[in-house]
C-alpha cells in the first residue's frame, strides 16, 4: 500500500464503523489560544472533550494536520539526524464524546493494524496502565493476545492528563516489534516494558480512555461522560506497512528528497553523504508549505516566527548541501503535487505559497550574508580584546535579526579558537519566547470558560434557555421582547443589580451580533418597561458582547439607571445607524475580495479583516505593493458594483456543496456540516459567493460610496487596504473637497489646476535650494582654505583636525577629499554639529595606512569621546556622538592617536 492508500484505508475502515469523518482543522487553532500550532487530533475536538460543546455526532474519525516545534512537544533539534522525528506530521485518530469505550476502541485498533493493514499480529505488543483491570482484560480475554505480549506500566507511560486539572486517564499503546536483531539496548530481557529507547519496538498507536476528572487537590473522580481518543501517526504506520527502518526512506518523503537530489545534481553517494540535509530539507518543506497553506506568514513572533525559523533552517541546510540560490520553492511544488489530492487547499492556494516562500528564501539569502559579515567583525573584535567566548546575547542577535542559526554561529566560532555562551542564548530565546507569548490566553480563563458552562447547564435545566442555549438571530430585526435570566457581576451570578455598576446579562432570545469572522459586536440598550409610553423602570447600556461558550451569548456594559432583577420583561434594541454602519462595510469587504481577485489574479485570499462601523480593514495575499492604477481600477469597480445595486443573499448550505459551488472559505475559520453562504449578483451572473456569518445590506446601492484610504504592506506577501464607506465616506470626501478648495484658494488658481500650480512652485524651490548648496558650498570651501593653515607634521605626516560649520555630511566628507587633492599624502579628521549632535568624517591616504593608520579605527576613537561610535573603511569612516560640549576636546587628541598608530 502506498501512503495515500494507507491514509484513505484508515478513514474507509472507521466510516464503516459508524465514524464521521471530520476534515482536518487548521495548523492554526482556533478553539485553543494556549496553542501556537494544532499538536493532536483531539485539538479541534477538545470543547467537546470539556463539555463546552455539542456535536451531532458521538463518535468521529479525522487525518489530522500536526505540528510540533514548540513546548514540551519540540522535535526540531532532532530533524535530521533522527529517522522518525518531524515538525509537521500527520495524526490518524478516531474518536468517541460518551459513545463507546475501552471495548470498541480496543477492538478497532486490533482490526484495523491486523486486517486493515495486514500486520503480523505476532508483530504486536501492548501496554496498559498497572491499574487498568477493563483494558488489560479486553486485550487478553477479548482479542485473545498472549499475556506476555501486554505489559503493565505507570503513570509515566500510560496515563494521560489534559493538564494540572480537567478530564485524564489510563492510556493503552500498540507497539511493533521490528525483531531482536534491531536490538539497541543489549538488555537479555529486551522488552517494551523496559522503555529504555531501545529501537527495536516502535509505538504506533496510543489509545486514551478519558475516564476521571483531575481536581485542584489531587483527587480524581469519574467522568459522567466517558471518552476515546486516540492517535496513530501516518508516517509511522506508512514506515512499518511498507518495512522502511527509516520513515524518510517512505513514499512520503522519497519524492520529495529525490527533486532535491535533481536540482542539486548529487550521485546517491553525494546523497547519502549529505543525509541529514535532505531529510531536514524534505520535513521542513512539509512543514512551510502546511503552514503557509494555513494563512501562515513569515514573522518575528509566535507562529510567524516559527514559520521564519524553520525555512531558514531548511535553506542553511540547503547551503551546506550545495545550493547557492533559493530553492525551497521548487521543492514545494512536489509537496503541493503529493498532497493536494487529499489537502485541496495546496492547490488552491499553490501560488501564494510559492511566492511566499521564494521572498521569505531570498530574503534570508541577503540577510545571510550581512550576518556572516557582521559575525566576522565580531570575531576580530573578541580576538583584540582577547576574549574566547561570543555572548549569548550576540548569538541571539544575530539569529532574531540577521536570520543566522546559533548552530552555524557556533560552527564558525569553533573553526576560530571561540565559543559560544550556549546557555546565554537560550535565555535571550527564551525570555523572547516570554514577550511573544505574553498575548496568549492564560491558563486560568479555563477557570471562567468552567463558569460560564456550568451556568449554561443550570439555565437549561431551569428552563430558562432553550436545549441550545441563548436563540440568537442577529440577522431578522434589530429589536426584540424577552426575558432577563441571569446577572453577573464579576463573573458571579447575582439575582439583581444598580444603577451604575458593570455587569455581564444573558437574555433568553437577543439579536446582538457577536464578534466573529472580522466584523465587531453590536452595541446599543437593553431596557426594563412598566408602561410603553413611559420611562424605562431601569435601561443597560450595552458596549459589548461575547460567547464564552457555545450556547452562551453575555451582553457587556452598564447599568445606567434602575435596579434589574433576573426574570425582567426587557426590550433589546441594536443602535441601527451602527449596524448600517457595520453592514454597508461587511458587504463592501466583499466586493473588495471579488475585484482584487478580478484584477490582481485568483492568487489573491483574504488573510484578515476588520469590519467596524468607521472603517473596514481587508488584508489579503499579494507579494507586491499594488500600483497607484491598479487602486484606483479596483476602488472603480467596487463603486460600479455598487451602483449596479446587485442583491445580496443569504443560503444555507452544506459545506462541501457550497465550496464545490465556488464559495470561497476563509484561511483558518472554523466551519459546520452546514454554512451560511453570502451571494451578491443573481444566478446567472454571481458577482461574489462568500461563507459568512455577519451582517448585511439588502442590495449593493446601500453601500452608498466606497473610498480607499490607504494601501500598506504587513507582512510578506500580505497586503492591506484601508477604507470607509457610506456616511464615513461621504464625510472624508467633504473633508477632502474643501482642504482642496481651500488650498486653491490659497494658491490663486481653480482646484483642478492645484498640481501644476505645486509642480511650479516646487521647481522654483528646487532651483533656489541648488542655489543655496552652491553658496553653502563655496563657504566650506572658503572655510577649508583658511583652516589649511592649522595643519600639523607629526613624524613627517600631514595631520588636520578640526570643527567646521557645514549643513551635511555630505560637505563634510568632500572637504576631505580636498584635502587629500591639496596635500596628496596626510590624516584629516573634521567635526561638524547636525541636528544637534556631533558628528565627524576621517579620512588616511593609502600611504599612511599601510603605515598602521586606519580612519575607522581613528573616528570611533574621537567619538568615544562624545558618548559615540562609529567606523567605516580604513581610507575613510564617519561617527556620530551625544555631547557637543566635549567636540573640541575631542579633535584635539587626533594628533596623539595618529602619532601612536604610527609607533604600533
Not at 364 to 374: P, S, V
Not at 536 to 543: H, R, S, Y
Not at 862 to 867: E, T
Amino acid at each position: 500500500m502506498n501512503s495515500a492508500q494507507i491514509r484513505q484505508a484508515f478513514l474507509d475502515y472507521f466510516r464503516q464503523n459508524g465514524h464521521v469523518i471530520v476534515p482536518s482543522a487548521s495548523l492554526v487553532p482556533s478553539n485553543d489560544p494556549t496553542l501556537l500550532f494544532t499538536n493532536a487530533g483531539m485539538v479541534q475536538f477538545k470543547d467537546v472533550f470539556l463539555g463546552l460543546e455539542k456535536r451531532d455526532y458521538q463518535r468521529a474519525a479525522t487525518v489530522q494536520k500536526c505540528m510540533r516545534v514548540s513546548g514540551k512537544h519540540n522535535d526540531l533539534e532532532n530533524v535530521g539526524p533522527s529517522p522518525r522525528h518531524h515538525t509537521f506530521f500527520e495524526m490518524l485518530g478516531n474518536f468517541s464524546f460518551g459513545d463507546y469505550f475501552k471495548k470498541e476502541a480496543i477492538r478497532y485498533a486490533y482490526e484495523c493494524l491486523t486486517q486493515v493493514y495486514g500486520l503480523d499480529p505476532d508483530r504486536l505488543y501492548y501496554t496498559v496502565h498497572q491499574d487498568d483491570d477493563e483494558a488489560y482484560g479486553y486485550w487478553i480475554h477479548d482479542i485473545g493476545v498472549d499475556p506476555a505480549r501486554v505489559h503493565r506500566m505507570g503513570d509515566k507511560t500510560n496515563f494521560w492528563m489534559m493538564g494540572d486539572t480537567g478530564p485524564c486517564g489510563p492510556t493503552s499503546e500498540v507497539h511493533y516489534d521490528w525483531g531482536a536483531e534491531y536490538c539497541t539496548c543489549g538488555q537479555s530481557n529486551c522488552s517494551v516494558a523496559l522503555d529504555n529507547g531501545c529501537e527495536r519496538w516502535l509505538e504506533i498507536w496510543n489509545l486514551v480512555f478519558m475516564q476521571f476528572n483531575q481536581r485542584a487537590d489531587g483527587t480524581r473522580v469519574s467522568l459522567p461522560r466517558t471518552g476515546v481518543d486516540t492517535g496513530m501517526g501516518l508516517e509511522r504506520i506508512v514506515a512499518v506497512i511498507q518495512g522502511k527502518r527509516s520513515n524518510y526512506d517512505t513514499d512520503l518523503f522519497t519524492p520529495i528528497m529525490d527533486r532535491v537530489q535533481q536540482l542539486l545534481g548529487h550521485t546517491m553517494a553525494q546523497r547519502e553523504q549529505h543525509m541529514v540535509a535532505y531529510r531536514v530539507i524534505a520535513d521542513h518543506s512539509r512543514a512551510v508549505t502546511f503552514m503557509i497553506g494555513d494563512g501562515v506568514i513569515p514573522g518575528n513572533e509566535g507562529r510567524r516566527y516559527v514559520l521564519r525559523l524553520i525555512l531558514r533552517r531548511a535553506a542553511r541546510y540547503g547551503r551546506l548541501a550545495g545550493f547557492t540560490e533559493p530553492f525551497l520553492a521548487e521543492v514545494a511544488r512536489v509537496v503541493i503535487d503529493q498532497m493536494s489530492p487529499h489537502y485541496t487547499e495546496l492547490r488552491t492556494r499553490a501560488d501564494f505559497i510559492l511566492s511566499v516562500i521564494t521572498q521569505e528564501e531570498e530574503r534570508f539569502y541577503q540577510t545571510y550574508e550581512f550576518g556572516l559579515n557582521m559575525l566576522s567583525e565580531l570575531i576580530e573584535q573578541l580576538k583584540k580584546e582577547g576574549r574566547t567566548t561570543i555572548s549569548g546575547a550576540d548569538a541571539f542577535k544575530l539569529h532574531a535579526t540577521y536570520g543566522f542559526p546559533f548552530e552555524l554561529t557556533r560552527d564558525i566560532a569553533a573553526e576560530n579558537g571561540l565559543l559560544v555562551d550556549e546557555a546565554g542564548y537560550r535565555e535571550a530565546m527564551a525570555e523572547h519566547e516570554k514577550v511573544s507569548a505574553s498575548e496568549r490566553f492564560k491558563l486560568g480563563d479555563l477557570d471562567s470558560l468552567a463558569l460560564y458552562a456550568n451556568l449554561l447547564e443550570r439555565l437549561k435545566a431551569e428552563r430558562k434557555l432553550s436545549p441550545q442555549g441563548v436563540r440568537h438571530n442577529p440577522y431578522e430585526t434589530p429589536e426584540i421582547e424577552t426575558k432577563l435570566v441571569a446577572i453577573l457581576r464579576d463573573k458571579m451570578p447575582v439575582r439583581e443589580a444598580r444603577a451604575g455598576e458593570q455587569l455581564e446579562i444573558v437574555l433568553a432570545d437577543t439579536v446582538f451580533y457577536v464578534e466573529s469572522g472580522g466584523q465587531v459586536s453590536d452595541t446599543g440598550s437593553i431596557a426594563h418597561y412598566h408602561d410603553p409610553d413611559s420611562p424605562p423602570v431601569w435601561e443597560f447600556q450595552v458596549e459589548d458582547v461575547r460567547q464564552p461558550v457555545t450556547g452562551l451569548i453575555v451582553h457587556i456594559g452598564q447599568l445606567k439607571s434602575g435596579t434589574m432583577r433576573v426574570d425582567d420583561t426587557v426590550w433589546a434594541s441594536v443602535d441601527l445607524d451602527r449596524r448600517w454602519d457595520i453592514m454597508r462595510n461587511h458587504t463592501a469587504t466583499h466586493l473588495l475580495h471579488s475585484e482584487l481577485r478580478y484584477v490582481l489574479g485568483e492568487h489573491v485570499q483574504q488573510a484578515g479583516s476588520l469590519v467596524a462601523p468607521d472603517r473596514l480593514r481587508f488584508d489579503f495575499t499579494h507579494p507586491t505593493m499594488l500600483t497607484q492604477e491598479e487602486l484606483r481600477t479596483v476602488e472603480s469597480l467596487v463603486n460600479e458594483a455598487i451602483m449596479a445595486n446587485y442583491a445580496v443573499r443569504i443560503e444555507q448550505k452544506e459545506y462541501r456543496r457550497a465550496v464545490a459551488e465556488g464559495a470561497i472559505a476563509l484561511f483558518g475559520e472554523k466551519y459546520g456540516d452546514v454554512v451560511r453562504v453570502v451571494k451578491i449578483g443573481e444566478d446567472d451572473e454571481i458577482f461574489s459567493q462568500e461563507l459568512c456569518g455577519g451582517t448585511h445590506v439588502e442590495y449593493t446601492g446601500d453601500i452608498g460610496l466606497f473610498y480607499i484610504v490607504s494601501e500598506s504592506g504587513v507582512a510578506a506577501g500580505i497586503r492591506r487596504i484601508e477604507a470607509v464607506t457610506g456616511r464615513h465616506a461621504y464625510q472624508l470626501v467633504q473633508k477632502r473637497m474643501m482642504a482642496l478648495d481651500a488650498a486653491a484658494a490659497f494658491l490663486g488658481c481653480a482646484p483642478e489646476e492645484i498640481d501644476r500650480k505645486v509642480l511650479g512652485l516646487l521647481d522654483q524651490l528646487q532651483a533656489k535650494e541648488k542655489m543655496i548648496a552652491q553658496l553653502r558650498r563655496e563657504l566650506a570651501r572658503r572655510d577649508f582654505e583658511h583652516i589649511l593653515g592649522e595643519v600639523k607634521r607629526i613624524d613627517s605626516v600631514n595631520v588636520l583636525s578640526a570643527k567646521v560649520d557645514v549643513s551635511d555630511i555630505t560637505t563634510l566628507r568632500e572637504m576631505s577629499d580636498w584635502f587629500r587633492e591639496r596635500l596628496g599624502s596626510g590624516v584629516i579628521v573634521l567635526g561638524t554639529v547636525l541636528n544637534g549632535k556631533p558628528n565627524f568624517v576621517a579620512a588616511v591616504t593609502p600611504d599612511l595606512v599601510q603605515r598602521g593608520v586606519h580612519a575607522g579605527n581613528l573616528v570611533r576613537a574621537v567619538a568615544q569621546r562624545v558618548g559615540g561610535s562609529g567606523g567605516g573603511k580604513p581610507t575613510l569612516a564617519q561617527a556620530g556622538g551625544h555631547d557637543v560640549t566635549r567636540m573640541d576636546e575631542a579633535l584635539e587628541v587626533v594628533p596623539d592617536l595618529v602619532r601612536q598608530a604610527l609607533h604600533d
